[in-house]
């Protein structure tokens, strides 16, 4: 069984520094892995989708890398600002294709 | 671009009555899903269809149907709701080929009292 892991559970970061979001998995055998951004009563908005061929995905101040062979993925963001306090969970496809395993999230407050 | 879109935003139901959650994607994705999510356990499989005519069970499939009623709807139901089905319920789509990258809905918040 596929087990997605974020740590840590939650962050918090003055403005304008560049931190990593880190997701473990323990099925290398994935076909994507992606990144998602929640906001407070909102649905997930998809920030970064990495093929199990890439080994890293960039948009705007985001990129995103994997390692399969560790079965990590991290989110970098550079120069946090306070509008990217939400929470990020990563997901990873693997197995039968239609599987699909989560993690609990990372929530990140950035202060101003 | 209305991507997925999910009705109702709210409900409370009392337990036993029943209810459908409508789900609605333009994307033209063949596979739709539906999710729940909780306090500290993350998004949770419910059922999912491939393609339209078909449907499967998820993870946590007990006390639901699904309809996919065309390629572009996929409706939940419960039958009989209780309270430990309180949660917070996603609609996602995704193209079964090409990236398969999912799309969410803003999610339907039910309470069972």
């Known amino acids: 069984k596929q087990e997605v892991t974020q740590i840590p559970a939650a962050l918090s970061v003055p403005e304008g520094e560049n931190l990593v979001l880190n997701c473990s998995f323990t099925?290398?055998?994935?076909?994507?892995l992606q990144w998602f951004r929640q906001d407070p009563g909102k649905g997930l908005t998809s920030l970064l989708l990495?093929?199990?061929?890439?080994r890293e995905q960039t948009s705007g101040r985001l990129n995103a890398s994997l390692d399969k062979s560790s079965g990590r993925s991290t989110l970098y963001i550079a120069a946090s600002q306070p509008g990217d306090s939400a929470t990020y969970l990563c997901?990873?496809?693997?197995?039968?294709?239609?599987?699909?395993?989560f993690g609990i999230g990372t929530k990140l407050q950035v202060i101003p | 671009n209305a991507g997925v879109t999910q009705t109702p935003k709210f409900q409370v139901l009392k337990t036993g009555q029943s209810m459908t959650l409508q789900c609605a994607q333009d994307m033209n994705h063949n596979s739709m899903y539906w999710y729940r999510q909780d306090p500290g356990m993350g998004l949770r499989l419910i059922y999912y269809s491939a393609s339209e005519g078909t449907t499967d069970k998820g993870e946590v499939p007990n006390g639901y149907n699904v309809s996919r009623l065309n390629k572009r709807e996929f409706s939940l139901r419960l039958e009989s709701a209780a309270p430990s089905q309180t949660s917070v319920y996603f609609c996602?789509?995704?193209?079964?080929?090409?990236?398969?990258?999912?799309?969410f809905g803003e999610g339907s918040r039910l309470t069972v009292l």
């Open positions: 997901a990873s496809r693997f197995g039968g294709y239609q599987k699909v395993t």
């Open positions: 996602a789509s995704s193209d079964r080929g090409l990236t398969g990258e999912l799309f």
């Open positions: 099925d290398s055998a994935i076909y994507n």
């Open positions: 990495i093929q199990s061929s890439q």
